[in-house]
């Protein structure tokens, strides 16, 4: 069973940078495609950005793309989301989810196993 714990969230003034990371277990292959969705109150949980665990090929939504970074340390089983000059309208709750595929995913439904969640604030 896939178990995915996120850490690093918190609060960030607008402009600044946070990496969030997600550590990974029970993982019983390479072939995996990770995820990092959003969501704020009152709206629907929204893809970040994806990345495929074997061949690290990245994957961004087009609002995230160029200030959000995507990538995974394969020793330490870590996904991690660097985002830097942060907006207010990025405030949420962070996601890591796993899907067991090696083709690009950006559907929630697409992935089977979820963490808990981080919560990400940036003021104004």
């Known amino acids: 069973q896939v178990q995915l714990v996120e850490s690093g969230g918190g609060l960030a003034q607008a402009g600044g940078s946070l990496r969030l990371s997600c550590a990974a277990s029970g993982l019983t292959s390479r072939h995996y495609y990770m995820g990092w969705f959003r969501q704020a109150p009152g709206k629907e949980r929204e893809f970040v950005a994806g990345?495929?665990?074997?061949?690290?090929?990245?994957y961004y939504a087009g609002s995230m793309k160029g200030r959000f970074t995507i990538s995974r340390d394969s020793a330490k089983n870590t996904v991690y989301l660097q985002m830097t000059s942060l907006k207010p309208e990025d405030t949420a709750v962070y996601y890591c989810a796993a899907a067991y595929r090696i083709s690009t995913a950006t559907s929630v439904g697409d992935f089977e196993s979820w963490g808990q969640g981080t919560q990400v604030t940036v003021s104004s």
């Open positions: 990345i495929s665990w074997s061949g690290g090929g990245t």
